[in-house]
């Protein structure tokens, strides 16, 4: 079976340039997570979409990061102008619902950014 | 805000004795908690969790422990395995987030 995909899985850009990460949960999972590791840190939560909505955005380090998801499916998470210190692991992750029914989440393999 | 905490970053056992990885939190909100397992270079796995309403959960090998009074909870993995050597993370669900520890790598020496 599918499990959660992301993409690209390695992503080298430049300071100052956007990125764009997308996100395909497991079918059916109505709850879906970004998360972000940087070197030596741990999980550090991003967004949380129920559905297309995102009760919860206040892990979103600058108002350089969005995060959007359609049709209760796909999400992208954007970096504008993208510094040094965004480098890290993006992970996103789905689950059947939400975090309040403590519902185990799947991870994806993750995208590598780094900004040089 | 770190909410959970894994102070130990990293812990070392023989194969065949028994591992003890520590989470402490500071949110009583929290309702459910969760560990996950991480080899590099792939996501995290679910591994075992527990709900607030219990003080014990057990999956063979792996036990979590969760001591409410003090906002912690402990992953014991006996008998450890080489093949269990990982990222071990803590993670506590409440209403409308989860939160995850820094992470404990654990090597099990053969």
């Known amino acids: 079976g599918a499990g959660v995909s992301q993409s690209p899985s390695n992503k080298v850009t430049e300071k100052g340039k956007d990125v764009e990460l997308r996100c395909d949960p497991i079918?059916?999972?109505?709850?879906l997570y970004w998360y972000r590791q940087s070197l030596g840190q741990g999980l550090e939560f991003l967004i949380y979409?129920?559905?297309?909505?995102?009760?919860?955005k206040s892990g979103l380090p600058s108002d350089r990061f969005s995060a959007e998801r359609t049709g209760g499916s796909v999400s992208t998470l954007t970096i504008q102008r993208t510094q040094q210190e965004d480098s890290a692991v993006y992970l996103c992750?789905?689950?059947?619902?939400?975090?309040?029914?403590?519902?185990?989440?799947?991870f994806g393999p993750g995208t590598r950014l780094t900004v040089t | 805000d770190q909410q959970v905490k894994q102070n130990s970053p990293s812990l070392s056992v023989q194969e065949g004795r028994i591992s003890i990885l520590n989470c402490d939190y500071t949110?009583?909100?929290?309702?459910?908690f969760l560990w996950y397992k991480k080899y590099p270079a792939e996501g995290p796995t679910f591994l075992i969790s527990?709900?607030?309403?219990?003080d014990k959960n057990e999956d063979g090998r792996f036990t979590v422990f969760l001591n409410k009074s003090a906002k912690h909870l402990s992953l014991h993995i006996v008998p450890s395995q080489p093949g269990d050597s990982a990222v071990y993370f803590c993670?506590?669900?409440?209403?409308?987030?989860?939160?995850f520890g820094a992470g404990t790598r654990l090597t099990v020496k053969p």
């Open positions: 992750a789905s689950s059947l619902a939400g975090v309040k029914a403590g519902y185990e989440q799947y």
């Open positions: 527990i709900s607030s309403i219990k």
């Open positions: 079918s059916g999972h109505t709850a």
């Open positions: 949110n009583s909100m929290f309702d459910y």
């Open positions: 993670a506590a669900s409440g209403r409308d987030d989860m939160r």
């Open positions: 979409f129920q559905g297309n909505s995102a009760p919860d």
